[in-house]
């Protein structure tokens, strides 16, 4: 199945020169004898090309700040922006005594063609105070659209000014979607303001309970979260906050007292994870619970890290009772996907997460990428020196923090950190490419066209990817499954959720649907001759 | 579900949406563009609205939409987007090759003022390749507005009067549907054995086959011959006047043919004044076989106004929908309390209030309104049905009113947008469907001793 540059490149020679010069930088045929393999990443999509990246708005609003359910989330701007991104995430939430709970809500300044002209800030304020007074929230954002920055409205002194007025947090997020490149760019704008308004406000000052963590960069699609604090409870673990799946301001302005944060998906969260050890002292462990294999490597990282004896028991035990529980489920499921292939190109860690999942099914992934990911979701975190700013990355702010005078604690010592992270991923991401195998690609954006010509070349079994990409392949006979959406099902994570997947995966390749393809007189003569039987 | 939406009405003065029910215009364009055989929609803007846009497209219609984006980054929102449009253009027809291009602004290029026609003049298009544009800007209108402003491009660029005498053929604009409808508005004319041509009509684009194989530009759209043409019909029927009433008067004024502005044919009287202007502009008998199928709706009608007569529905969506949709449930003895839409327009209220006023009901009527404001009135007068989007499923759980969705976006059910709501088999449909909701809820609730088998 090994691919090789001559492939690539008779590939690529469909497009211009500029084009082609672009792309090659952006796909890497795994080979592990190499020292290193780079690849170009977080870079501007080049015009004209049908690529399946978002812009900023979407990974502040969209991903990270909107599944925050006790906070009503403004969108600022003409009315799409707030419409497409309402209600269509699946990141659940239940509605806990407080009722707060306003995911069902989308408001938008609905902004007009005077607005435009004039400026929106008034009509923003008077937003605000509507808001505030209906909903009566835990506090307000307000995520700025492409028009905003051009017309220069200034959202922060707006929701300045409504703070004092209303005494909850407004906050404000410049997150233009002609910011950077993609989605990320949003989601670092979304990690400042959580960091700055939302952490450290609450009134605790240690850890409420023995093992409390935060769970960062889960986001609760098709109900993940639930399943995976169903056995991070059993094994004794405690929950402060989730961000942002299920989360709440509640919730999230604890999050300075935990003992240790997890990161799930590295690329939404790891700004807030790294801010939190500067300021905090808590450290912070790459996790992945997508997949059996996974799950359990990631709950025995997690004991390592408290080192209790009792926490390590209650560790292995929970992961004997589960996995001896789900093994003979997804053997049964394995003999139906075993030996099958797969594309993986997903977001900023799915493409990743997943092919864990895929190979506890026995399914190959020989095609991954990244939506919008940088080159240290590929190549590692110690990449991250050599990266260089560029136009589009310098206009994000970088927020500077230093350790917080009154709520600083140091963790675990720092010789400690030194010996853990030997032995697992503390304050560190080793990337996709370590994981994948030699002659298997990996693709950074990977648009249209190259989907179209990587599907004929390699033929996967199963394509797994988006909304927008997934009728594509599916038109060829290619089962193809939403790994953002899950197609509507879930949850995919932990024990249970690897489970789910199986189910819903087997289900892909086996419903008869896909015999019905051809109809039958394209392959069965129109003449049948009649033989007469004897006798007649 | 809504706890925090109060029974008390108060004006909110903001101007703000809460829970829109309407949405932006390019998505209307990029619609409206699939409907041209061979064609790639352009968003000119940051990829984001591209992004989202084909995202809501593929979520209703369960097919690939594609489209390109210029890809604006915080330089090209500075400087002008030329150059973005200019390579997009580029890599456009040499990597996708379509026929044609169709570009929409988004309302990152509408602020700073990005003028497309200047672009255009000095990019370079393939010999024999064409590049058609709209402004859509989202601070004005819908996406309704949208869809109207690329249809009234696809004239103002290519509609062409060649012929010396008009030919017998009739334009149809057939708004803001889904390609069920317009297969059957088509199927419909041609029964009338009448030449026609669609635009646009994304039959055969957004609910392609299953094949085996992936089909960049599906057989279906109105190709670029017949839309050059459209200039040597005899008339012009829009149906819909929000969605296709520009693109028709535009077509008049350019081309000398005459537009007739009509009610998407929805219900039987909506479908009888289609059939009308036909049959008196093309001066063609109604064959039996469109009278047969009218005379069993008004079988139907007739059979089961037990069902819904004297129910009173609360209705949202479109404008060009709601219309034809409230003209319906009148005609089948319904009382419509509450109806509104998002997309701004006096004509919309105008039309209804007429409506509603002639049937003898004290109802809600609401352009530029939102789904917010809609539950409460249904909180102030509950109702028996809503008919709307999904977007209407929350209310209709949070009330416990059975909801019939018809419209765009359906995002939770499938098949919609291959079934027809126009036509007389669409008014079985929707009879079909509003039966079913109000029945099924009857059955639901029902006592054991009052569960019936014969309903
Ligand atoms: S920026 Fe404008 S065009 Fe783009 S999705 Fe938002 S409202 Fe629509
Ligand atoms: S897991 Fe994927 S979809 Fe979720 S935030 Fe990360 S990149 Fe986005």
Redesign the pocket.
Known sequence: MAVNEKDIDSILEAYPAKVKRNRKKHIVIKDSSLAHQEIEANTRTIPGIITNRGCAYAGCKG?VLGPIKDIVHITHGPVGCGYYSWLTRRNKAKTLEDGKNYLAYCVTTDMQETDIVFGGEKKLAKVIDEVVEIFKPNGVTVSATCPIGLIGDDINAIAKAAQEKHGIPVMAFSCEGYKGVS?SAGHHIANNGVLEWMVGKGEMTEAPAKYSINML?E?N?GGDSWEIERFLKEIGYHIIAVATGDGSYENLKNTHVADLNLVQ?H??INYIAEMLEIKYGTPWLKVNFIGVEATVKSLRDMAIYFGDPELIQKTEDVIAREVARVEPILNQYKKICEGKTAFCF?????GHHYQKLFADLGIDTVLAGYE?AHRDDYEGRQVIPDIKPDADSKNIPELHVESDKKLFKLKISPEKAEELKKKIPLSNYEGMNAEMKDGYLIVDDLNHFETERFVELLKPDIFASGIKDKFIPQKMGIPSKQI?SYDYSGPYAGFNGAVKFAEDVTAMFTTPTWNFMTPPWKYKPMLEGTVEEEGN | MLNFTPKELQERKSGGMINPAKTCQPIGAMYAALGIHRCLPHSHGSQGCCSYHRMHLTRHFRDPVMASTSSFTEGASVFGGGANLKTSIKNVFAIYDPDIMAIHTTCLTETIGDDIPAYLGTAEIPEGKIVIHCNTPSYVGSHITGFSNMTKGMVTYLSEASTETKKEQVNLIPGFVNPGDMREIKRLVKVMGINFIMFPDTSGVVDSPMTGKFEMYPKGGTTIGELKDTGNSRLTLALGSFASTDASLALERKCKVPAKIMKTPIGVKATDEFLMALRNGFVKEIPYELEEERGQLVDIMTDTHYHFHGKKVAVFGDPDIVIGLTEFVLSLGMIPVHVLTGTPGNAFEKELRAMLLEAGIKGNVKASGDLFEFHQWIKNETVDLIIGNTYGKYIARAEDIPLVRVGFPILDRSVHSYMPIVGYKGAMRLIEMISGALLDKQDRDAADEDFELVM
């Open positions: 991903v989605q960069g986001y699609i998906c690329r939404s997903v977001g900023g860690s799915r919008f953002h």
